[in-house]
């Protein structure tokens, strides 16, 4: 109320409790960057129990053979669409599904793959005419052979996914992921020093 210099010096030192409030809000910050960094510290722990998880349970190891013009176009629709999808498989593109050789599912097999997936444009719109008419044919024939050989055959699957199609392939994988979780690890074929 005085206009002498003890009024003139309260408001610096409110100004100066102000600055020291604006430090203090600084520290807050600074507080809450740590409990932003505990919050961080709590999720590495999360991660490391999920680790533990991985480490407890068995996770799928599944090839994916996909033709480049519809399957290959559909994950990557599902991709860019962000549909969330299991990460437990390994693409290889191929120009058609009739490109697979019977002989590239064996030696996916035999390299430590859980489950093995063809996937390719659906009957009648394979870019090659007829490339998917003869898959089935062959990979119809190469499931009885494996079946033989005392490899389940609900670990080879064939589906028909379209470029259109990103939430079919999210399903595809989805589904074919929790089959092999129910199955197990594969080691009928698996080479003596391969990839198990
Ligand atoms: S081009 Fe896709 S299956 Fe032949």
Redesign the pocket.
């Known amino acids: 109320m005085s206009m002498d210099g003890k009024d003139t010096k309260a408001p610096r030192s409110q100004g100066d409790r102000g600055d020291a409030g604006n430090q203090k809000v600084g520290s807050q910050e600074v507080g809450s960057q740590k409990v932003g960094s505990q919050e961080v510290g709590s999720q590495e722990v999360g991660s490391q129990e999920v680790g533990s998880q991985e480490v407890g349970e068995f996770e799928p190891k599944i090839i994916g053979f996909l033709?480049?013009?519809?399957s290959y176009t559909g994950a990557d629709l599902a991709g860019t669409s962000r549909i969330q999808y299991p990460p437990n498989i390994r693409v290889i593109k191929v120009?058609?599904?009739?490109r697979v050789n019977p002989q590239f599912v064996m030696k996916a097999f035999q390299e430590g793959a859980d489950g093995v997936l063809v996937s390719?444009?659906h009957p009648g719109d394979?870019?090659?005419i007829e490339?998917?008419f003869h898959?089935r044919r062959k990979l119809t024939m190469l499931r009885d052979q494996l079946e033989f050989m005392g490899i389940e055959a609900e670990r080879f699957q064939i589906s028909w996914v379209s470029a259109s199609e990103g939430i079919k392939f999210a399903e595809v994988v989805s589904n074919f992921t929790d089959r092999l979780r129910d199955l197990g690890p594969q080691t009928q074929l698996v080479k003596r020093g391969g990839a198990r």
Do not use: A, D, E, R
Request: glycine residues 18%; neutral net charge; hydrophobic residues 10%.
């Open positions: 033709c480049n013009w519809c120009m058609c599904s009739g390719g444009c394979c870019h090659y490339g998917n898959t």
